[in-house]
């Protein structure tokens, strides 16, 4: 990928013309056959540059016929006349003033290219099993062998769609979003969550599930549907290419599967969660929080007993008070705690003060704490693992 992007920097400047005419970025503009639209047909007859001179300027008719009018102009305006010079084309480093290659430029150009889009971080979303998060990032990237990639590595020179009748070439945009059954799945799920169209371009139509405007709950869903459509439509794309067939319905009835195995997976706690996409959208936006409050009361320790109460410990400190059945302190003691956890000081606390009490019979005795677990595990609920106490 880098190699690709690094050898469009390197203009060739033309002087016996023997760099390559659609391959060599000889126009500053780029090879040819990357800014050439796609269904440019490339003349194998030509080659080099120098097929392009007529003594030291460009065959305008040539020119024209083999490429672009813009390109054209571009070439005659910035290199009008070309200097009959017996020396190899000249390698020039357009990053750099001085037209020399560095590594650490080049580096800089990696950094600097990084893409804008923080959000494409949302191909790898949580509980989005791998195997769609990559074939998501490959067609991100444009690497995946569709017509559109293989007739632009001049591996092919024409692929049309197999999944429609259109005689459309296959391209990113046409395949993933404008072939018959693509537009059909967009506008199904989209609908489904009241997102608008067109959907015409396969990133612009990415980034409207990821910018969609919707309930807390649903945002890592509507960031994975993207990838389970675009899984689908390359299954079925692979299935035909092969001789097989997959109906509509089952690819609507694989993706909102592949939808609900995320949801369950994300929101295991949700245990109703509903089977199509339409369905999980309305339980998701109708979903609250449950939240359940507990009364906490202090009780006075009864008379002739003691109460030990170790909630003050925490990170860093450990530490635990005893008060007698009047109410009045009877000992209190706090030590600093190193290289533990809040739990383990917390049990350290607890620990203390119930061996101070029992040294010293201070009985009946109540002991107190705010930890759940410590609580848990006295009571039997929770298996203690002899690692605290
Ligand atoms: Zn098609």
């Known amino acids: 990928m880098a190699r ?59 020119l024209t016929k083999l490429i672009d009018s813009s390109i054209c102009d571009h070439v005659n305006q910035v290199m009008g006349t070309i200097q009959q010079i017996e ?133 890592p869903l509507c960031r994975a549907v993207p990838s389970f459509i675009i899984w689908q439509l390359w299954k079925r794309r692979n299935i035909i290419l092969h001789g097989g067939s997959m109906t509509r319905h089952t690819m609507v009835l694989e993706i909102n599967r592949n939808i609900h195995l995320m949801a369950k997976s994300r929101y295991s706690w949700l245990a109703e969660m509903p089977n199509t996409w339409t369905s999980i959208v309305q339980f998701l936006e109708n979903y609250t929080t449950l939240i359940n409050n507990t009364m906490v009361r202090w009780k006075f320790p009864e008379r002739e007993s003691y109460k030990c109460n170790s909630d003050g410990s925490s990170l860093g400190s450990n530490a635990f008070c005893i008060k007698n059945g009047q109410g009045e302190l009877v000992y209190v003691e706090a030590c600093k705690t190193e290289f533990c956890s809040a739990l383990q000081a917390k049990v350290k606390g607890f620990k203390g003060g119930l061996l101070y009490c029992l040294g010293h019979k201070l009985l009946p005795l109540t002991m107190e704490t705010d930890s759940v677990t410590i609580k848990k595990i006295l009571d039997g609920i929770w298996r203690c693992l002899g690692l605290f106490l």
């Open 4 to 62: 690709d992007s690094f050898d469009q920097e390197i203009w060739w400047e033309p002087r016996c013309c023997h760099a390559s005419l659609w391959y060599d970025n000889w126009t500053q503009l780029g090879a040819l056959h990357y800014i050439m639209p796609l269904d440019h047909v490339i003349d194998e007859n030509f080659e080099e540059v120098n097929q392009l001179r007529v003594d030291e300027r460009w065959d305008n008719n040539l």
């Open 87 to 219: 020396e190899n084309d000249k390698q020039w480093w357009m990053p750099i003033n001085k037209g020399k290659f560095y590594v650490g430029s080049a580096f800089e150009i990696i950094q600097s290219r990084k893409d804008p889009h923080k959000d494409i971080m949302f191909i790898w979303e949580r509980c989005l099993p791998f195997k769609f998060s990559f074939l998501m990032w490959r067609i991100w990237f444009q690497r995946i062998p569709i017509g559109e990639v293989l007739v632009k590595s001049r591996i092919a020179n024409h692929i049309e769609c197999y999944c429609c009748d259109t005689n459309n070439r296959e391209s990113f945009n046409h395949l993933f979003v404008l072939c018959l059954n693509a537009t059909y799945l967009w506008k199904l799920f989209a609908g489904a969550i009241g997102m608008q169209g067109p959907f015409i371009q396969l990133k612009q139509t990415i980034y409207k599930w990821w910018e969609e405007d919707c309930a807390t709950k649903l945002k």
